[in-house]
């Protein structure tokens, strides 16, 4: 445990103010995705980060790893990266004239996927039971993973050359999808004066991005967060949302019920990081489009016409009753 770590306050949630201030030492202007990130933390879920190019996808990962007193890997996901390459292999070892298994950068607490739609299904595939099960299976031996393990993914819009569409399994696993856009000029000023003034993206450390929360003090929080409260009538609200898209006429799939318990998961980290005890709708609605949005297929035709998952969320939450 490092010193920082060690003089942690006795209110979980102040320490994930701290994260935030650490993480704000060298991301500018993506607010709504640190919060994102803690609420995966919370749940024990997984989020993917879509964004352009430029926009500190890696840089927010990174950063948020750096303070985390958490063994941190990243994969540069690339066309010819295998399987193997992700979760281990089998290989021969000389010196002892025997094979052995040698682990591949999954055994870590967080992942950083890079680009992970960069690479063909096959080797996004790989992640699949890691993301699910937290084990890897290798040659008839499962091997379980740290604890706690997340998995945080970045990619590029599908419209950009050189990707590819995500299986709809592995888009399941991931507990939210978060969307980074351009940040606020007021934000973009601040970005570039800070590169003036001799900031190093490649250089945490000399930024001043400390560990100040430790597995223990997360084990702690998400023991905290199961404990929100969660009445019937807001988890029928949760589970009229998902039924609801599955009665929409521009999507072919709607929300699983996985995904009505990944809403709940969610909302529950949600309402206990804004000081709650007890989930309202309002945490429900505020979770809906991160949460769904990458659960959805949508017909062609919608697609055709412009319509987004995004869309098709905001007229559910719209059309749903909303418990008084």
Known sequence: MTDSAETASTDPREDFAR???????????????????????????????????????????????AALDLGTKRVQFTPDLMPGDVTGSIVFDAASGSFVFREGPVFTNILLADEINRTPPKTQSALLEAMEERQVSVD????????????AATMNPVEYEG?????????????????????ARDAEIEVLTRHAAGFDPRNLAGAGVAPVLD?????????????????????????????????????????????????????????????????TPDHVQAMALPVLRH???????AELEGVGADTVLRSVLQQVQVPI
Do not use: C
């Not at 008839?140 to 998995?151: M, Q, S």
């Not at 659960?295 to 035709?301: A, D, G, I, K």
């Open 163 to 183: 990707t590819y569409e995500l299986p709809e399994a592995q888009l399941d696993r991931f507990l939210l999808k978060l969307v980074l856009d351009v940040p």
């Open 215 to 279: 597995s223990e003090r997360l084990a702690a929080a998400r023991v905290a967060v199961a404990a929100v409260g969660a009445s019937p009538d807001v988890i029928g609200y949760a589970v009229d949302l998902a039924r609801a898209t599955r009665q929409s006429p521009s999507v072919k799939l709607g929300v699983s019920p996985r995904g009505a318990t990944a809403l709940l998961a969610a909302s529950k980290a949600w309402a206990w990081l804004s000081g709650f005890d007890a989930i």
């Open 140 to 151: 008839g031996v499962t091997r379980p993973l740290p604890a706690p393990f997340l998995v």
């Open 19 to 65: 994260v935030r201030a650490e993480v704000g030492k060298a991301v500018v202007g993506q607010d709504g995705a640190v919060t994102g990130l803690m609420i995966a933390l919370l749940a024990n879920g997984h989020v993917l980060l879509e964004g352009v190019p430029g926009v500190a996808k890696t840089l927010l990962v990174r950063a948020l790893s």
């Open 295 to 301: 659960r959805l297929q949508l017909r062609p035709e």
